[in-house]
């Protein structure tokens, strides 16, 4: 009787040790560290490829502004020349903010990643609506009426 509980004892001691394979778990666990890292670079990649997309966006309509301001120099009166270069300055201000959140994007690391990503995207999806507003508030200045001129 001894004997057939020491048996079974074994048996339960040995069916837990071989279930639990410590060393298998460390290669998951290797694994898992390692999609982590990918995940990472693959998102990382990814926003700073969305910014400098917007970065170069804002590029071009700053380019178009500045040619359309060219074309329309002898037109514009002194007062509305300075508005217009205002109006360009704060959409520079915005390509700016822009380029700090591509900055913060190059500096973050995987062990940051996850606290600051929400926090780079927030400012990203802010500067990209400022930008909007900025260029639509150029666009305005010559859609709206002559009083600009």
Known sequence: MKLLKLLSMGVIV??????CEPAQKSEDHDDADDITMADFERERDELKAEI???IDEVDAKIDKFQ????????ELSDEAE????????NLKDKREELKEELNDVEKST????????????KGFNEAK????????????FFEGDNDNV
């Open 67 to 74: 040619e359309r301001r060219k074309s329309d120099a002898e």
């Open 82 to 89: 300075d508005r217009y270069e205002d109006l360009i300055d």
């Open 110 to 121: 995987e062990s940051n990643w996850d606290n600051t990503k929400a926090d780079i995207k």
């Open 52 to 54: 400098k997309a917007e």
């Open 14 to 19: 040995s069916s837990i040790l071989f279930a």
């Open 129 to 140: 609506s400022a930008v909007g507003k900025a260029a639509q508030e150029v666009e305005d």
